[in-house]
């Protein structure tokens, strides 16, 4: 399994972008997936999950701002992410955890920079 990330890059304040990640393999439909953010000298944080059967949690801190939302068809996440702050600043990870996987899989990581 092979995940990559995408997407990411410098917005303003108050901007929008868009992350992809695209799954290799078979097993994303019965899947749960989510997105992670991690900040220079912070923890990795979980940020959207969504489930196989499309149930969504969202970290407090992007309630209404962010939405997460997938295509079994091309065995892709998305997470939409509006309204930015400064501090969305994070490398942002995509997560895979498969019921037929021992460990979950992750991808490799795309920056988000939210400056003037």
């Known amino acids: 399994v092979q995940l990559q990330a995408s997407g990411g890059g410098l917005v303003q304040p108050g901007g929008s972008l868009r992350l992809s990640c695209a799954v290799s393999g078979s097993i994303f439909s019965i899947s749960t997936m989510g997105w992670y953010r991690q900040a220079p000298g912070k923890q990795r944080e979980l940020v959207a999950a969504?489930?196989?059967?499309?149930?969504?949690h969202y970290a407090d801190s992007v309630k209404g701002r962010f939405t997460i939302s997938r295509d079994n068809a091309k065995n892709t996440v998305y997470l939409q992410m509006n309204s930015l702050k400064p501090e969305d600043t994070a490398v942002y990870y995509c997560?895979?955890?498969?019921?037929?996987?021992?460990?979950?899989?992750w991808g490799q990581g795309t920056q988000v920079t939210v400056s003037s």
């Open positions: 969504i489930t196989r059967g499309g149930s969504t």
């Open positions: 997560k895979l955890d498969s019921p037929v996987r021992t460990l979950p899989d």
